[in-house]
């Protein structure tokens, strides 16, 4: 009786062990972005650092988008040289600031090229709207089907 259920407990302790699956740079990068979203989005609400938000500029992360380097080097700067010494200290900035930094260094050193870049587009970072950029031989279909 010992013996089944210690080779019961055994065989369910490796099927929760082989779900446990370890993060590849992808996954953290995307997971990541959506920790800095969260918390900008937090920073953007909470009362104590609405007036820090007003010069954070607008940013939408999407790790498949080839403008993401740039947008968040630029989004890091600016966190990095916050005029306002107060929200420089503050824990949420100061997260926030960490968040980034790790992210920029994980797309642009860690995942050098484990990533793939679906769009290059520029303006949905900055507005969140994914306008469809057509290759030619995908628009002359279009054109034809009509």
Not at 25 to 52: F, N, P, Q, W
Not at 62 to 79: A, E, G, I, P, W
Not at 91 to 119: A, E, S
Request: hydrophobic share 40%.
């Amino acid at each position: 009786m010992r013996l089944g259920l210690a080779a019961l407990a055994c065989f369910f302790s490796f099927v929760w062990l082989s779900e446990c699956a370890p993060p590849t740079c992808y996954s953290r990068a995307l997971g990541l972005s959506k920790e800095v979203m969260s918390l900008l989005d937090k920073i953007h609400t909470y009362h104590r650092t609405i007036k820090c938000a007003k010069i954070l500029p607008t940013i939408f992360l999407d790790v498949h988008n080839s403008c993401v380097t740039t947008k968040l080097r630029d989004f890091l700067y600016v966190v990095l040289n916050h005029p306002d010494q107060y929200c420089r200290e503050r824990p949420r900035m100061v997260l926030l600031k960490r968040k980034v930094q790790n992210l920029h260094t994980i797309i642009t050193r860690v995942c050098y090229r484990d990533l793939v870049f679906f769009t290059d587009d520029c303006e949905a970072i900055d507005t969140g709207h994914s306008s469809p950029h057509y290759a030619e031989d995908r628009l002359q279909l279009l054109q034809e089907e009509r």
